[in-house]
């Protein structure tokens, strides 16, 4: 499916989502039954062999093309002061993504996926959006589009990760706005502020939905008002991987909350993404538990880039390697009674 062209089309695409392939979900599930193992012992690593085999469409699939995208978007409200560090480090992040000396350049290197960097209009920040709307109808559509083109259609497997100074703030507020409890509710310490920064947060997350308040029934609404441009991008990218088949990892509480918005828009918009990771960001599970997303690792990162999603690039492949490389009973020799 090419890009869309309006945000209707985009509502439209939603509505009606590619569903995944039931019969390499069966063949997949009847391979993994005669697998040389006791039924079970694999845990969680069968069914999320299952789940990847379904959208791939092959029932003995394999994993060779990942691809992690990094969106990157400056945000009008961190000049409030809501993150420990200044705006212009979103600049110098998504250099030394580009020279290779970040995190999730190691980890894109140690599981053989293919890195993007897609810098948003970073000379431009986002309005504040205690007093305007983050962005305008066009800036969302044109952010949603730059998502969707930059999944690769060979890709099999994506994840999206971001680099946006303060933008724990607006995923916050992305959250409130969507399942209610206030700034207080999801509000977390982000990039390490004080005790002062953090009271700051809440307030302005607050300001932002008290100021919102009439328009916030609508999921796209919502990531207009009160998100960013890297945020929506994240939307558009994890919407067409939909659209192509592509499995896809989820990140920390940022992506989540971009992949918040599509889970409201349909229930079923999500089926094709596993939650990478566990963050130490607080709200980060209370999110997880709304969109029905167990973590595949919880190791207490709280770094962003996509580095959780990348790091669970691995256990996919592991399940996945299980799946197409164990030999069954029968080709094994091995009894199964």
Known sequence: MDAFSTLAEFRSFMADLPEADLLAKSAATERNSLLTKPAGALGDLENLAIWYA??????????????????????????????????EVTQQMVYNFQAGGAAINQLCKAFGAKMDVIALDLERPTQDFTKAPAMSEDELLSALQTGWRAVDPAADLFVAGEMGIGNTTPAAAIAAALYGGGAQAWVGRGSGVDDAGFALKRSVVD???????????????????????????????????????????????????????????????????????????????????????????????????????????????????????????????????
């Open 54 to 87: 379904s959208w791939t469409g092959n029932g003995r699939p394999s994993l060779e093309a990942p691809q992690v995208v990094i969106f990157a978007g400056n945000h009008g409200v961190a000049a409030a002061g809501v993150s420990a560090f200044p705006p």
């Open 207 to 337: 300001a932002g939905l008290a100021r919102h308040e009439a328009i916030l029934e609508d999921p796209l609404a919502v990531l207009q008002t009160l998100g960013g441009r890297e945020i929506a991008a994240m939307s558009g990218a994890i919407a067409a991987a939909r659209a192509h088949r592509i499995p896809v990892l989820l990140d920390g509480f940022i992506c989540a909350a971009a992949a918040s918005v599509l889970h409201e828009l349909n229930p079923n918009a999500l089926d094709h993404t596993q939650a990478g990771h566990l963050s130490a960001e607080g709200a980060h599970a209370k999110l997880l538990g709304h969109l029905g997303k167990k973590p595949l690792l919880s190791l207490g990162l709280r770094l962003g880039e996509g580095s959780g999603g990348a790091l669970a690039i691995g256990v996919v492949k592991g399940a996945v390697a299980c799946l197409s490389g164990m030999a069954t009973f029968a080709e094994a020799g091995v009894s199964d009674t």
